[in-house]
Nanobody, 123 residues
């Protein structure tokens, strides 16, 4: 099995910064796309940022220039550096990863999700 564990959420004042981490562990042959999503109360989950295995990134327009996604392939971990936070960034943040798992019978790709971490931006 594979687990994604997020950390780094919390309460921060507007204009502040937080760094989220997402560590993948378990039966992993390779990690492909890794992403961060968020869901605010009463809203749909939305993609915040994503990064491919070779480092290509994409961001939601609302976070461009403020958030940076990165990954450490040796640690199977992705990071989301969030700067200049705004109250509208308040949400539960989820990470996900596309994982290739292999056995004697072959390889299969799966998508896993973390449990979510709360980010609250408030004065």
């Amino acid at each position: 099995q594979v687990q994604l564990v997020e950390s780094g959420g919390g309460l921060v004042q507007p204009g502040g910064s937080l760094r989220l981490s997402c560590a993948a562990s378990g039966s992993i042959f390779s990690l492909n796309f890794m992403g961060w999503y968020r869901q605010a109360p009463g809203k749909q989950r939305e993609l915040v940022a994503g990064i491919t295995s070779v480092g290509t990134t994409n961001y939601a327009d609302s976070v461009k220039g403020r958030f940076t996604i990165s990954r450490d392939n040796a640690k199977n971990t992705s990071y989301l550096q969030m700067n200049s936070l705004k109250p509208e960034d308040t949400a539960v943040y989820f990470c996900n990863a596309d994982v290739r798992r292999c056995s004697m019978s072959g390889c299969t790709d799966y998508r896993y999700w973390g449990q979510g971490t709360q980010v609250t931006v408030s004065s």
